[in-house]
């Protein structure tokens, strides 16, 4: 699966948290919402956006990408024959970090047991989620 092959699928299935994403899918899709997301920040940085006008406008660009990609998300633990909720295990570490003031440790623990998930071959064959992504 290419990159606009991947957009094209998870822009199709905009809401669709049910069934199976494959690795390439996932990882080209949040590829592309970095680039789209750096090339907004840099635009607003050259135009001189105050910090509010930026935040406003960042979070209206976010609005199209936001569901997409916890709904890719979702479908890529399920072909690792996880659950799609695991995906809200930032959820504590931000609380943890807000109430505690753990710094940045609880973020980068998670963040590498989300990049070890994101990253594992999903399960071959049919598992409770459906069939097997094609590649």
């Known amino acids: 699966m290419g990159f606009t092959e991947s957009l094209r699928t998870c822009f199709g299935k905009y809401a669709k948290f049910d069934g199976r994403a494959s690795r ?13 997301m750096f090339v ?5 940085g050259v135009i001189g956006a105050s910090d509010a006008a930026a935040d406003g406008a960042i979070l209206i660009l976010m609005i199209p990408i936001f569901i997409p990609s916890i709904a890719v998300a979702a479908r890529r633990l399920h072909d690792i ?14 609380f943890a970090d807000v109430l505690l003031g753990t710094g940045y440790v609880i973020y980068i623990v998670t963040l590498a047991l989300w990049a070890f998930w994101f990253s ?3 399960k071959k064959g049919k598992n409770r989620f459906g069939a097997q992504p094609r590649k």
Do not use: D, H, T, V
């Open 24 to 36: 390439p899918e996932f990882w080209y899709f949040y590829l592309f919402c970095f680039i789209y």
């Open 81 to 94: 024959n996880q659950s799609g909720w695991m995906q809200c295990i930032f959820i504590p570490g931000f």
């Open 120 to 122: 594992q071959a999903g």
């Open 40 to 44: 907004a920040g840099f635009l607003l």
